[in-house]
C-alpha cells in the first residue's frame, strides 16, 4: 500500500530540498538586460538579479555561453567583472573574493529557463528547479503542478511571453501553480508545412526533447487560417502517415511524434482565440473555404481522437469582436489584461483537470 499523510509529504519536501541545489529563482530574478560598460540592453540576454553569497564560496553555473557578470560589495558597487565570454553551454566555476557580498549572472537568452547556479555543491545532472526553503511547501496531493517542467508551444501569442514588455499567459500559470515552464514560440508560423512562411511549427517543434517535460501545451491555428491552410483529412486513430501540409495532418503528426518520444507526458490543447486583424476576423472565409472556427472545431476533433483535454481560448475566455480593443493591442496579440485573462482560465483548466484525476503530471 503506497504511504500517504503528512509525514510522508514531509518526507518528500525533506527530499527535494535536498535535491535542488539550484539557486537561481527564475519566478524572482531581474529581467532586465545583459549589462556592462560596453552596452546597456541586447535583447540575446537576460540578467539574474543580484545573488547573496560570501568570501570563500565557489559558484557554478550549467551554461557558460555567457560573460558572466558581476562582483559587488555590500552596497551593490562593482568590484570586478566575473569571467569572459565562454562558447559552449559548460560548466564555469568562480571563487567569491574578499568583500564580496553579491554576484550578478548575465545569461544568454536560449539558457534562461534551464540555467542553473550552485553555491558550495555540485550542479545537478540534470535541470532542477529552484526550491525555496523559506517558503511554504505546498502538499504534492493538493497542487500536483508544484515545480514541474512544462513546455508551452504555439504561434506569437505564445512567443511573446519572452519580450520584455508582456507577462505572456505562461507567467500566469506558472504564478497560479507553481510551476516553471520553457517556451517555445514561433512568430507568424502555423502547425503545416508548406506556406509561404516556409516551415511549420510541425517540423520546428521536433527540435524540443520531449523527454524532460511533464505538460505540453499546443496553442495552435490562428496562424493557419491566415495562411489559407486547409483543414485535410482528419483520418483514424492508427494511421501512420500524415500528410503535414494540411490541418489535420500536421497537428497529428506532431501530437504522435511527442507521444513517440515520452508516452507519459499529458498533451493539454488550446484553442485559438477570437480574432479581427488584417481583415481576417470570424466571419471572414479563407481561400481553403474555412472559417476560423472550423480550425476550433478541428482541435476538437483531434482532441478527441487521441483523448486530450482542449482549453477552448475561442469559446471561454471572453475575448470576443466586442472586447479585443480591451484585451488585445491589435485585434490578435493578447495584451497584459489579455494574458491574465487568458493564463487565469488555463490556470483553472489545468488545476480542474487535475482534481477530477483527468490529469496527473
Not at 483514424?236 to 503535414?244: K, Y
Amino acid at each position: 500500500m503506497p504511504e500517504v499523510g503528512v509525514a510522508y509529504y514531509k518526507k518528500l519536501k525533506k527530499e527535494i530540498e535536498n535535491n535542488s541545489p539550484n539557486e537561481f529563482n527564475l519566478a524572482d530574478a531581474l529581467s532586465g538586460y545583459y549589462v556592462n560598460t560596453t552596452f546597456t540592453s541586447n535583447n540575446d540576454w537576460k540578467t539574474t538579479g543580484y545573488v547573496k553569497v560570501n568570501e570563500g564560496d565557489t559558484i557554478r553555473v550549467n551554461e557558460a555561453y555567457q560573460t558572466l557578470g558581476y562582483a559587488y560589495d555590500t552596497d551593490k558597487n562593482s568590484l570586478e567583472q566575473i569571467g569572459g565570454t565562454f562558447y559552449s553551454p559548460t560548466e564555469f566555476i568562480y571563487v567569491v573574493p574578499a568583500n564580496c557580498e553579491y554576484i550578478t549572472i548575465n545569461v544568454y537568452i536560449d539558457y534562461w529557463k534551464t540555467f542553473m547556479l550552485t553555491i558550495n555543491t555540485q550542479l545537478p545532472e540534470v535541470y532542477t528547479p529552484y526550491f525555496n526553503k523559506k517558503y511554504k511547501f505546498t502538499l504534492l496531493s493538493e497542487n500536483n503542478f508544484y515545480h514541474q517542467l512544462i513546455a508551452t508551444i504555439g504561434t506569437s501569442i505564445t512567443l511573446k511571453d519572452d519580450w520584455e514588455a508582456y507577462d505572456g499567459y505562461q507567467k500566469i500559470i506558472q504564478n497560479n501553480l507553481e510551476l516553471y515552464y520553457n517556451n517555445y514560440g514561433y512568430s507568424g508560423k502555423p502547425i503545416a508545412d508548406g506556406t509561404s512562411n516556409g516551415d511549420g511549427i510541425v517540423t520546428l517543434a521536433k527540435s524540443i526533447d520531449y523527454s524532460k517535460y511533464s505538460l505540453v501545451t499546443l496553442e495552435i491555428g490562428t496562424n493557419d487560417f491566415k495562411l489559407d491552410v486547409s483543414l485535410g483529412n482528419k483520418g483514424q486513430i492508427g494511421d501512420t502517415s500524415f500528410d503535414t501540409t494540411t490541418f489535420y495532418g500536421a497537428y497529428r503528426e506532431l501530437i504522435e511524434y511527442i507521444l513517440n518520444i515520452n508516452p507519459e507526458v499529458r498533451i493539454v490543447l488550446l484553442t485559438p482565440l477570437q480574432r479581427d486583424n488584417s481583415g481576417y476576423d470570424v466571419n471572414y472565409t479563407n481561400s481553403a473555404g474555412h472559417k476560423l472556427i472550423d480550425y476550433v472545431n478541428a482541435v476538437e476533433e483531434i482532441g478527441e481522437m487521441y483523448s486530450l483535454p482542449v482549453c477552448d481560448l475561442y469559446r471561454k475566455s471572453g475575448i470576443t469582436q466586442k472586447t479585443l480593443s480591451t484585451f488585445t493591442e491589435d485585434g490578435l496579440h493578447p495584451n497584459n489584461l489579455g494574458y491574465k485573462r487568458i493564463g487565469n482560465l488555463i490556470s483553472s483548466f489545468l488545476n480542474l483537470l487535475f482534481r477530477l484525476n483527468i490529469i496527473r503530471i
